[in-house]
């Protein structure tokens, strides 16, 4: 960072992170024990509700093996799912910017699509693959992913500085260049943070998917499975490894969406 | 204004029609070529789409028609999803007027509510049912509509919480300052200048609330086996599919104009009380 006023000095700045985030870990400390203490001793709070956070760590631990296995199987579902859905979408959005009346035509129509509870077609997609078959749960996530994607990108794409493309223009410039040069770059914000959101519904899709069949040890089927066992504290792990496995998701897409957009000033102001 | 609408409507014509084309080509080609990837497709797979439609007036088990049965469950489902919906909406919009009153409360809960957003929290729908039937209020569980309702609301919470604080902060600086030389209190700011600009912001959230309040209920019902609204229905008719799979087709017809009927109400909301265009425009 080069810059001509006094930066602060490494402590001044670390002294002042911590100021700041100190509420949030002072809040996760007292969230911690209110959960270990608070709900379980004095509000009563019973054990199918919320069991004891030391309950739900011991569960972690103890079946560790069987929740490593679930979550490598979701998250495969899910992974395909997003890869497949935002692919197939980022393809059509780049077709739909090609011809831009079609595309706003169906625009709205794509938006209300994406009001579809389209988990509630998990039992079809299953009769479609069989019940033991991750595609069922693949395709699920897939279309989940999908409409945002699709719509973001489109938008992205179809929001350029009309005076960037116009440049571009009396460049002679052909189609096929103002679209690698200066829609695409400029899209790629917007497909991000679809991306984003697109990482967090494949997520969703595989759990709550494998709520509806396949393989007996996806993570999805042990958080139900536990529940109907009435071991809760598993199902409260299994519903951990998927959080923990969600924000790394969202984590991970966050990182590319850094490196990729290091010229942007979004990003740059952030540094 | 009549043309406008006229080629709205002509717009929605050819979509409908499109997407019946391809629904019925898409049939056709994998009929005709027994292509079976990504799945074989039959009337059992992929039913007639007019089929679909026809069944909805053959009658069902509980005697009903099939369209009167659904209406009734889509309307259990819509009760558990709009009353979820509405306290989740309330509830979240005022923590995030309070937490933005707040900077220390603000800063200590914000990192956690975002990142509810990036965590699975629907896959808590189970645990959260059947948990809530094992609750004794005043000597029975709640009733089954409310303990659905429950996982509408924390799905609707966590993002107008985000939103509003998202929203309330971004009130134009040099409006605030202009309100604070008039030595404006801060609830007038509040009221007159932050809210409003916070609006948009809201409408947002509420917008992908409204659909997963709907997917909310819907997956509530099943993991807990409800079985008065569409959650259940889907059950239901999932068990029989292979003797009559145009019922689960005709039920999750139904659940999908269930969801894009509360997106509509929302975006139908955000445009009266919204009255600068809204970007996007539906």
Request: glycine letters at 8%.
């Amino acid at each position: 960072m080069s810059t001509v006023e006094p930066t602060p000095t490494a402590t001044q700045r670390l002294g002042e992170q911590i100021r700041y985030w100190l509420p949030a870990v002072v809040v996760f400390g007292l969230g911690l024990a209110a959960w270990e203490w608070l709900l379980p001793d004095v509000l009563g709070v019973e054990e199918f509700l919320l069991p004891r956070f030391s309950d739900v760590v011991q569960a972690l631990v103890e079946e560790r093996d069987e929740l490593l296995r679930g979550a490598w199987i979701t998250f495969k579902e899910a992974f395909g799912g997003f890869v497949l859905g935002s692919g197939v979408a980022i393809a059509a959005a780049l077709v739909l910017a090609r011809w831009r009346p079609f595309g706003n035509a169906l625009m709205p129509y794509m938006i209300a699509a994406n009001a579809i509870p389209i988990i509630a077609f998990a039992p079809i997609t299953n009769a479609w693959f069989g019940l033991l078959s991750p595609w069922s749960k693949v395709t699920i996530a897939a279309v989940l992913c999908f409409f945002p994607v699709l719509v973001n990108t489109l938008r992205g794409l179809t929001s350029v500085d009309p005076e960037s493309v116009e440049l571009m223009r009396s460049y002679a410039a052909s189609e096929r260049d103002v679209f690698r040069r200066v829609r695409i770059p400029s899209s790629l914000p917007y497909v991000f943070s679809a991306l984003k959101v697109a990482s967090v519904l494949a997520m969703i899709g595989a759990v709550v998917g494998d709520y509806f069949g396949g393989s007996l040890e996806a993570l999805g089927i042990v958080v139900l499975s536990a529940v109907n066992l009435s071991r809760y504290s598993t199902s409260w792990a299994a519903i951990l490894v998927a959080s923990i496995m969600g924000i790394a998701f969202y984590g991970a897409v966050a990182l590319v969406e850094r490196y990729a957009l290091r010229w942007h000033p979004s990003v740059q102001r952030r540094t | 204004m009549a043309a406008r609408v006229g080629k709205r409507v002509v717009t929605f014509l050819l979509v409908l029609g499109g997407l019946w084309a391809l629904w019925e080509g898409y049939k056709w080609l994998w009929e005709r070529t027994a292509w079976s990837k990504p799945f074989r497709v039959d009337d059992l797979t992929l039913p007639h789409a007019h089929a679909i439609l026809l069944q909805l007036g053959e009658s069902t088990s509980t005697g009903d028609d099939l369209w009167l049965f659904l209406i009734r469950a889509a309307l259990f489902t819509a009760k558990s999803a709009a009353v979820g919906f509405a306290f989740g909406a309330v509830v979240g919009f005022f923590l995030g007027v309070v937490l933005v009153q707040f900077d220390v409360l603000r800063r200590g809960i914000m990192p956690y509510v975002v990142a509810s957003q990036t965590i699975p929290i629907l896959a808590l729908a189970p645990i959260v049912v059947r948990g809530l039937g094992s609750v004794s209020i005043g000597g029975s569980p709640p009733p089954d509509w409310v303990r659905v309702s429950v996982i509408a609301s924390y799905l609707t919470f966590f993002p107008v919480t985000v939103n509003t604080i998202r929203g309330l902060r971004s009130a134009d600086p040099w409006a605030l300052e202009l309100m604070h030389s008039y030595a404006a209190r801060g609830w007038t700011v509040l009221w007159k200048l932050r809210v409003p600009s916070a609006l948009p912001y809201i409408f947002t959230a509420l917008k992908i609330a409204a659909t997963a309040s709907v997917v909310g209920a819907i997956i509530g019902e099943q993991t807990a086996s409800i079985s008065n609204g569409l959650g259940g229905a889907i059950l239901n008719f999932n068990q029989y599919y292979v003797l009559e799979p145009k019922n689960l087709w005709a039920t999750n017809f139904y659940a999908a104009l269930l969801g894009i009927g509360f997106f509509l109400v929302v975006l139908l909301a955000e445009k009266v009380v919204v009255h600068r265009a809204p970007e996007r425009l539906v």
